[in-house]
């Protein structure tokens, strides 16, 4: 699959956006879902904030997400992004971008690829 590499995240205020990418290297990144996840200082669990499927015609949004995240994806320059906005102090954490061969996945475990995080900071 290659390696994963985020980037974009950073120190924000409570309200602003900030848009997060996950760059993968090698030429099948077309073949692979895309997840988001974050983790929380203290907690084992990374929790999935979106997924996208491979050609970025389906996306999937757990009830945190929905309205203020969006996920999205460049196959051409093997790029996925998560778009946050009105971001709060509860969105503090290290952001993960994950990917799985074909279909989109709802949990940590079903994703087999993994970056090593980005941290955003969200002051209040």
């Known amino acids: 699959q290659g390696q994963l590499a985020e980037s974009g995240g950073g120190l924000v205020q409570a309200g602003d956006s900030l848009t997060l990418s996950c760059a993968a290297s090698g030429r099948t990144f077309n073949r692979y879902a895309v997840g988001w996840f974050r983790q929380t200082p203290g907690k084992e669990r990374r929790e999935l904030v979106a997924?996208?499927?491979?050609?970025?015609?389906?996306?999937y949004y757990p009830e945190s997400a929905k309205g203020r995240f969006t996920i999205s994806r460049d196959n051409a320059k093997n790029t996925g992004y998560l778009q946050l906005n009105s971001v709060k102090p509860e969105d503090t954490a290290v952001y993960y971008c994950?990917?799985?061969?074909?279909?989109?996945?709802?949990?940590?475990?079903?994703?087999?690829?993994w970056g090593q995080g980005t941290q955003v900071t969200v002051s209040s």
């Open positions: 994950a990917t799985r061969a074909w279909e989109m996945g709802t949990t940590a475990s079903e994703y087999d690829n």
């Open positions: 997924a996208i499927n491979l050609n970025g015609g389906r996306t």
